[in-house]
C-alpha cells in the first residue's frame, strides 16, 4: 500500500510544448491518502487516462514527480510499482481457460499452487465465474471477457494500488451495478488505494471516498461527494455534477448582495473588489423555491419533467435557463412567476472559480 505524491506533475505528448493548450495534463500537485476509494472523474479528453498511465507507470510525465511513500518512482517500470491496472477493454489471452487467465499474475509471480489455487476460486466467486472455470476464454461474450479483466486486476494481493480505466464500459447496466457494488465492498475488506477512473457522475459518486473532477487538464476540485455537492470549487464541478446540474447566472456582486437583470438578491456572506465582467452566482436546484409575485428573479415556466422523487421545472429567466426541482407531491401553481434562492446556498465566481465570502 501507499500513499501517491504527484509533484509538479505535468504532461504534454508534445516534444516542444508552447503553451497551456499544449499539455494534456497541466500542473498537478497532491497527495492520493493511502487506501482511499477515489474516483477520477471528467469528460472523455479531459486528461484521466493521461494521469492514470503516469501513476502505473505506463507514461512517463514530461515534467514533474511520482512518489509512493517518499520514494521518487518516476523512472521505475509499472513491474516494479506494484501496482495493478485494469483498461477499458478486456485483456485476456484467449486460448487461455478462465482459470489460467486469472492464474497468470500471480504465477508469473512465483506463488505456490495453493496459494494460486485459492485466489483464483475467490476471485472467480466474487465474479460469479466459479462455473466458467474451465472454459476457454476464446468463446466467451465480452461481458465475460472484461470479469476477467477484472478479476487479473484484483487477484494479486500485494499490490500499492488497483487503477481502473473505464473498466465497465463493455458491461451490460445491471451487471455494471453489481460489480460496482462489489468493487465497493472489495475497497472496504481490504482498505487497498483505489482510483476508479469514469466519466459518469453516479459511478464516481457512489464508488468513491474521494472524487477527483478533471476538466481540461486540470485537477479543478479533490473531495467528498458532499463537498463537491455543496462547494463547488469551479462552475464545471457544478454543472457537471448533480442532475440537473448547479444554475450558474451572471450578477453584478457588492457587498452582500447580487444585481441581476434589475433584481437584487441577497447573499449570505460580503464580497469585496468583485466588479469585472466574469462574475457569476451558482446556485443548485436543489436550493431554489417558486413563488407567486414577490421577491426573487422573474421568471417563466417553460416545462415541468416528473423524474419520480421530484419534480424538475425548466424555467426562462430573460432567455436563460433556470432549474428548480420541486418534491414529488408539492403542487406548482400555473401562476408562479418569481424564483427565490436560499442565500446560504448561493456561491459566488469569478473567472469559473468560488470566491470565499466574508462574514456579513
Ligand atoms: P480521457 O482519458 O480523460 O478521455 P486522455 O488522457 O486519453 O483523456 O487524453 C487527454 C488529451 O491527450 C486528449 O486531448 C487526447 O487527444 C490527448 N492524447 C491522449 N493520448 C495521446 C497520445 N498517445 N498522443 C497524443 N495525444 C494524446
Ligand atoms: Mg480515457
Redesign the pocket.
Known amino acids: 500500500m501507499a500513499e501517491i505524491h504527484l509533484k509538479n506533475l505535468a504532461h504534454s505528448?508534445l516534444p516542444h510544448p508552447s503553451g497551456p493548450s499544449d499539455y494534456?495534463?497541466k500542473k498537478i500537485d497532491h497527495v492520493w491518502e493511502d487506501g482511499k476509494a477515489y474516483a477520477l472523474l471528467?469528460?472523455?479528453?479531459?486528461?484521466?487516462?493521461?494521469?492514470l498511465n503516469i501513476i502505473s507507470g505506463l507514461l512517463t510525465p514530461s515534467e514533474g514527480s511520482v512518489l509512493f511513500d517518499g520514494e521518487d518512482v518516476t523512472n521505475l517500470p509499472t513491474e516494479k510499482r506494484h501496482i495493478a491496472q485494469v483498461f477499458q477493454f478486456p485483456v485476456v489471452y484467449d486460448t487461455m481457460t478462465v482459470y489460467d487467465n486469472l492464474a497468470f499474475p500471480l504465477k508469473n509471480r512465483g506463488h505456490d499452487a495453493k496459494t494460486i489455487d485459492q485466489r483464483v476460486r475467490d476471485i472467480a466467486e466474487m465474479l460469479e465465474m466459479t462455473g466458467e472455470l474451465n472454459k476457454k476464454a476464446r468463446g466467451l461474450t465480452a461481458d465475460a471477457k472484461q470479469k476477467i479483466s477484472l478479476g487479473r486486476g484484483l487477484v494479486r494481493q500485494n499490490v500499492s494500488a488497483i487503477l481502473f480505466?473505464e473498466p465497465l464500459t463493455v458491461i451490460d447496466p445491471h451487471l455494471k451495478w453489481m460489480l460496482r457494488m462489489q468493487l465497493k465492498a472489495l475497497h472496504k475488506k481490504t482498505d487497498r488505494t483505489m482510483i476508479y477512473?469514469t466519466?459518469d457522475q453516479t459511478e464516481a459518486l457512489t464508488f468513491a471516498d474521494k472524487v477527483v473532477v478533471?476538466y481540461e487538464?486540470d485537477v479543478v476540485q479533490m473531495g467528498t461527494p458532499q463537498e463537491l455537492f455543496e462547494r463547488p470549487q469551479h462552475t464545471f464541478v457544478g454543472y457537471f455534477i448533480g442532475s440537473p446540474g448547479m444554475n450558474v447566472i451572471p450578477a453584478h456582486v457588492e457587498g452582500n448582495q447580487a444585481h441581476i437583470e434589475g433584481t437584487t438578491i441577497q447573499l449570505n456572506y460580503g464580497y469585496k473588489g468583485m466588479s469585472g465582467s466574469n462574475v457569476e452566482i451558482g446556485v443548485r436546484p436543489e436550493f431554489t423555491s417558486l413563488h407567486e409575485g414577490g421577491e426573487g428573479l422573474p421568471i417563466t415556466i417553460k416545462r415541468v419533467e416528473d423524474v419520480g422523487r421530484y419534480k424538475i421545472v425548466r424555467a426562462d429567466f430573460f432567455g436563460r435557463e433556470i432549474n428548480i426541482t420541486v418534491p414529488e407531491g408539492q403542487p406548482i401553481s400555473e401562476r408562479v412567476n418569481r424564483v427565490s434562492f436560499d442565500p446560504t446556498r448561493v456561491n459566488v465566481y469569478q473567472g469559473g472559480w468560488i470566491v470565499d465570502g466574508e462574514a456579513a
Open positions: 505528448y494534456a495534463l471528467g469528460p472523455s479528453g479531459c486528461g484521466k487516462s493521461t494521469l480505466d477512473v466519466h478533471m487538464g
